[in-house]
């Protein structure tokens, strides 16, 4: 079975950073796409960034600069690096892993939100002003 977890929220400052983590199983990278999403309160999910299994990146025009996506195969294990966050990241982060067939990764990440099939629990990011 392919199963994600996420963890690492928190709060945290403006200015500050975060590192989330999604530990995988059931399927080897390069088979995979996998995106990072995030719902604020009362918002549609939206597409924060994503890696497809041959290592492209993609991010969303409001992280750029900012957020850092990587992963350790050996582990298993995505990272989301979130530096200089700002009160309007605070949302639930979602991981999520789509088949590396189909265009799960790319521009307008949350158009393509259909395409991934599995999901991690959400866990809370709250950044103060």
């Known amino acids: 079975d392919v199963q994600l977890q996420a963890s690492g929220g928190g709060l945290v400052q403006a200015g500050g950073s975060l590192r989330l983590s999604c530990e995988t199983s059931?399927?080897?990278?390069?088979?995979?796409?996998i995106g990072w999403f995030r719902q604020a309160p009362g918002a549609e999910r939206e597409g924060v960034l994503c890696?497809?299994?041959?290592?492209?990146?993609y991010y969303a025009d409001s992280v750029k600069g900012r957020f850092t996506i990587s992963s350790d195969n050996a582990k298993n294990t995505v990272y989301l690096q979130m530096d200089s966050l700002k009160p309007e990241d605070t949302a639930v982060y979602y991981c999520?892993?789509?088949?590396?067939?189909?265009?799960?990764?790319?521009?307008?990440?949350?158009?393509?939100?259909?395409?991934?099939?599995?999901w991690g629990q959400g866990t809370q990011v709250t950044v103060s002003s």
């Open positions: 999520a892993a789509a088949p590396a067939l189909v265009p799960a990764c790319g521009d307008n990440l949350t158009s393509r939100l259909r395409w991934y099939n599995w």
């Open positions: 059931g399927f080897r990278f390069g088979d995979i796409d």
């Open positions: 890696k497809r299994g041959d290592g492209t990146t």
